[in-house]
Nanobody, 114 residues
Framework: QVQVVESGGGLVQPGGSLRLSCAASGAYFSRYAMAWYRQPPGKQRELVAQITSTGSTIYADSVKGRFTIARDNAKNTVYLQMNNLKPEDTAVYYC????????WGQGTQVTVSS
């Protein structure tokens, strides 16, 4: 069983930045594919960004050029740097670890509002 814990959410003004962190347990973290998803109010969960065990990344079109996903295998942690935030980025952000099966965190709220 892999434990996944997100942190770093909060309230930010449009144009601001936040960095989300996700810590995942297990001795094989470097082999996990890690991803961030989000679920806006009243909408379905959607993929935001993914990073594979080899460091390859993909991003949703809506966040390309603004968000960056990165991983630190020594710390069993993946990050999501979010810049130039927009009100439409408001959502609960979930971290996902994939290693044979999928493991989810509890989510962290990001609210972009003036």
């Amino acid at each position: 069983q892999v434990q996944v814990v997100e942190s770093g959410g909060g309230l930010v003004q449009p144009g601001g930045s936040l960095r989300l962190s996700c810590a995942a347990s297990g001795a094989y973290f470097s082999r996990y594919a890690m991803a961030w998803y989000r679920q806006p109010p009243g909408k379905q969960r959607e993929l935001v960004a993914q990073i594979t065990s080899t460091g390859s990344t993909i991003y949703a079109d809506s966040v390309k050029g603004r968000f960056t996903i990165a991983r630190d295998n020594a710390k069993n942690t993946v990050y999501l740097q979010m810049n130039n935030l927009k009100p439409e980025d408001t959502a609960v952000y979930y971290c996902n670890a994939a290693y044979g099966t999928h493991f989810w965190g509890q989510g962290t709220q990001v609210t972009v509002s003036s």
